[in-house]
């Protein structure tokens, strides 16, 4: 049981290249995001998919794409990298409550350290 | 809209002694939840406590409990007998059911365990 795994963990880009980080996870969990984590300012939604099939903007997107390959696997694109893009990418799975009452925690990844020059 | 404070960028402890890091969180949403998680310098985000919105009692999960005041909408993390492993970033986090499946992160608190 691996939970969730990212790739890659580093990686420098130069401006104006594309890449994309990939994120799995093995717990059956319908509820996948991407954050991006900067000094000073906590961790950061950039998207997030609520099940299978579904992606949703979070709080900085622009710059972003993510698809939901299946239930397993969500990944980001980043069409063309800026130096703002530099930062700590986290991919984080959760299960979906089905009342109040409940409650599922995020697994994060280990996170992907990039770095745009 | 759903927001996370955390004012303490900073805290000093003793090693052994017990230490509070600060969260206060707003939302219109009746139903939610506050997560804290902890970040070691190695980088990966630790769960350590949950409470729910309708929960009667203080969660607690060890050394760590959470001082959970709902008028004030404050959720507090109180670490007792402070280790010197437990020197770390700190995040309070909220999720609320009725605006799906999004949780908001506070910037976070750095805790240094002094020996």
């Known amino acids: 049981n691996a939970g969730v795994t990212q790739t890659p963990k580093f990686q420098v880009l130069k401006t104006g290249q594309s890449m994309t980080l990939q994120c799995a996870q093995d717990m059956n969990h319908n509820s996948m995001y991407w954050y991006r984590q900067d000094p000073g300012m906590g961790l950061r939604l950039i998207y997030y998919?609520?099940?299978?099939?579904?992606?949703d903007k979070g709080e900085v997107p622009n710059g972003y794409n993510v698809s939901r390959l299946n239930k397993r696997e969500f990944s980001l694109r980043l069409e063309s990298a800026a130096p703002s893009q530099t930062s700590v990418y986290f991919c984080a799975s959760s299960g979906s409550p089905e009342g109040p009452l409940q409650s599922y925690e995020q697994y994060f990844g280990p996170g992907t350290r990039l770095t745009v020059t | 809209a759903q927001k996370i404070t955390q004012t303490q960028p900073g805290m000093f402890v003793q090693e052994k002694e017990a230490v509070t890091l600060d969260c206060t969180y707003d939302?219109?949403?009746?139903?939610?939840?506050l997560f804290w998680y902890k970040q070691p310098s190695s980088g990966e985000m630790i769960f350590l406590i949950y409470?729910?919105?309708?929960?009667?009692q203080n969660a607690t999960e060890g050394r760590y409990s959470l001082n959970f005041q709902k008028a004030r909408k404050s959720a507090n993390l109180v670490i007792s007998a402070s280790q010197l492993g437990d020197s770390a970033m700190y995040f309070c986090?909220?999720?609320?059911?009725?605006?799906?499946?999004?949780?908001?992160f506070g910037t976070g608190t750095s805790l240094t365990v002094i020996p």
């Open positions: 998919s609520a099940s299978e099939g579904t992606t």
């Open positions: 409470q729910g919105s309708y929960d009667q």
């Open positions: 939302t219109s949403d009746p139903s939610y939840g």
């Open positions: 986090a909220m999720r609320a059911y009725d605006t799906g499946n999004q949780f908001y």
